[in-house]
């Protein structure tokens, strides 16, 4: 009985010992707390940005969209986790969204504004796993060009 014990401790101690290393490798040998303290950065960073930010996940769902997006793309809810093609209906915009290569000043007619959007394909270990897409209103940036110019 006392081998078996033994036994069953043994497999336990390199059991976990396996399974902290897999932890620690998906989790970029970061702690908790320093986990959660990059995620409220990232999050604020995002929400203060007044480029509109979205990303997309390789199944075409919305994975995060900050508030400038919201409101240039004229959603009124939390759109996470739902297709891309049911918050936006602009053909060429999905289009754009789809591609898996980057795109750089895209002009594109949405909702009576023209928008500017780039997007950057994220890649783990050379597989696409989904998009950023950041979105301006080009009418604000024409505004702010003739702002400076007139200064």
Excluded: C
Excluded at 37 to 50: A, D, F, N, P
Excluded at 108 to 132: A, D, S
């Amino acid at each position: 009985m006392i081998i078996y014990s033994i036994g069953v401790l043994a497999l336990g101690i390199i059991g976990s010992f396996l399974l902290a290393k897999s932890i620690r490798k998906d989790t970029l040998g970061l702690e908790p707390h320093e986990i959660s303290s990059l995620y409220r950065e990232k999050e604020g960073i995002l929400q203060s940005v007044k480029e509109g930010i979205m990303a997309i996940d390789a199944k075409r769902k919305v994975t995060m969209t900050n508030f400038s997006a919201k409101s240039l793309l004229d959603i009124t809810q939390d759109v996470s986790g739902k297709e891309i093609s049911e918050v936006i209906h602009s053909p060429k915009l999905l289009e754009v969204l789809h591609s898996n290569k980057p795109e750089t000043n895209i002009e594109i007619l949405h909702n009576q504004r023209t928008l500017i959007i780039n997007t950057q394909p994220i890649f783990e270990e050379e597989q696409t796993v989904g998009v950023v897409a950041s979105f301006r209103d080009k009418t604000d940036i024409k505004k702010k060009w003739w702002m400076l110019f007139l200064k």
